[in-house]
């Protein structure tokens, strides 16, 4: 068993093209970088996050990092950077440093734990009333 999947996870990555390695840990820490509770592991292939239930994920492809949340659609989209069409998830392509800043990720990655940490309180309110 693995000691720690996150890091074996980037040190694979790091080992077939730093570069991207290098965008999915900015990413990393900028959600961690969101709430102390916010915690991370490696599912799907990825880094999931959560506080409660996940909210968003890091995901790298062969030519970018994908910024993905589950529950997208829920999301505003004021700088119409969001892609995808289902009935929830929604995500952000990633190419360059650059991005993440004129995407305005930080943005959305608030929404996202936002959204996540309210359906967490209106559970727990629920469990409490019955």
């Known amino acids: 068993m693995k000691a720690n999947p996150v890091e074996d996870l980037l040190d694979d990555l790091r080992a077939t093209d730093a570069d991207r390695c290098a965008l999915v840990e900015r ?6 970088s969101v709430d102390p509770k916010i915690k991370d592991e490696v599912k799907y292939g990825g880094i999931l996050f959560s506080a409660g239930p996940p909210f968003c994920g890091v995901f790298s492809y062969e030519k ?11 999301l505003l989209d004021r700088h119409k950077v969001l892609e995808g069409e289902g ?7 990633i190419e360059t440093a650059q991005d993440m800043f004129r995407k305005n990720v930080r943005e959305y990655v608030l ?3 936002s959204v ?3 359906s967490v309180g209106k559970l727990r309110s629920a469990k409490n009333r019955t």
């Open 116 to 118: 996540a940490s309210t």
């Open 87 to 93: 009935k929830l998830r929604r995500h952000i392509k």
């Open 111 to 113: 929404q996202a734990f």
């Open 27 to 32: 990413l990393r820490n900028l959600v961690l």
């Open 64 to 74: 970018h990092v994908s910024l993905e949340f589950g529950r997208g659609a829920e």
